[in-house]
């Protein structure tokens, strides 16, 4: 079954703004990972968060993670046009097999 | 250089063919995946071989056989296509299987079935 779940499906804001999108999820992980995809092209890992972390930064991003809420979520400051993709959520389950939500389709309007 | 490369980009075919799809890494991962992604959106992995070796086979049809002949390549090899069969391919690589290891992704194989 699906591990991740995101919310909001979809998610429009306008440029300068900051965007945060939530992931949950259902049993124990080793990590949780946070994906790009830009229309018609492959995923592009953005940050990682392992199971005893609860906050990562990179650049523009800042990933919190809820191990007692199963949940996790994805900061995107001061958001530009660039930013306008599908973001996914990806747990990294025992088996070590990575289980993605549907993902956030964010729009950023210039 | 392309780091992940599947060919093709688009395939299109009538139900009932076999056809293939190819991958190919430069990045001297030694594990390697195939992920469907239907027309949600939702990814799902189909299988991955560490070194040549498979070791993640979920539930998927037989008409579905991956063939690794070296360690930088995972094929695709589907039988018998159906229309269910319609979504994007995508292969994927990582260093190592598990722990913290990122995957990188080629550009995705987009399947039709007529």
């Known amino acids: 079954s699906q591990q991740g779940e995101e919310d909001p499906q979809a998610l429009s804001i306008q440029e300068g703004e900051n965007a945060t999108m939530n992931c949950s999820y259902k049993?124990?992980?080793?990590?949780l990972q946070w994906y790009r995809q830009n229309s018609g092209r492959g995923l592009v890992h953005l940050i990682l968060?392992?199971?005893?972390?609860r906050e990562k930064h990179s650049g523009r991003l800042r990933v919190t993670l809820d191990t007692s809420k199963k949940s996790s979520s994805l900061l995107i400051t001061a958001s530009r046009a660039a930013d306008t993709a599908s973001y996914f959520c990806?747990?990294?389950?025992?088996?070590?097999?990575?289980?993605f939500g549907s993902g956030t389709r964010l729009l950023v309007r210039p | 250089d392309t780091a992940v490369s599947q060919t093709p980009k688009y395939l299109v075919t009538q139900m009932g063919n076999d056809k293939s799809i190819k991958c190919e890494q430069n990045?001297?991962?030694?594990?390697m995946y195939w992920y469907k992604q239907d027309s949600k959106k939702f990814l799902k992995i189909m299988f991955s071989?560490?070194?040549?070796?498979?070791?993640i086979n979920e539930t998927v049809p037989n008409r579905f056989s991956p063939k690794s002949p070296d360690k930088a390549h995972l094929n695709l090899h589907i039988n018998s296509l159906e229309l269910g069969d319609s979504a994007v391919y995508f292969c994927?690589?990582?260093?190592?299987?598990?722990?913290?290891?990122?995957?990188?992704f080629g550009d995705g194989t987009r399947l039709s079935i007529l």
């Open positions: 968060i392992r199971s005893n972390e």
């Open positions: 071989y560490n070194n040549k070796e498979l070791i």
């Open positions: 990806a747990c990294m389950d025992s088996s070590y097999k990575l289980i």
């Open positions: 049993t124990s992980i080793n990590n």
């Open positions: 990045l001297g991962h030694d594990t």
């Open positions: 994927a690589s990582s260093k190592k299987t598990g722990g913290d290891q990122p995957q990188h």
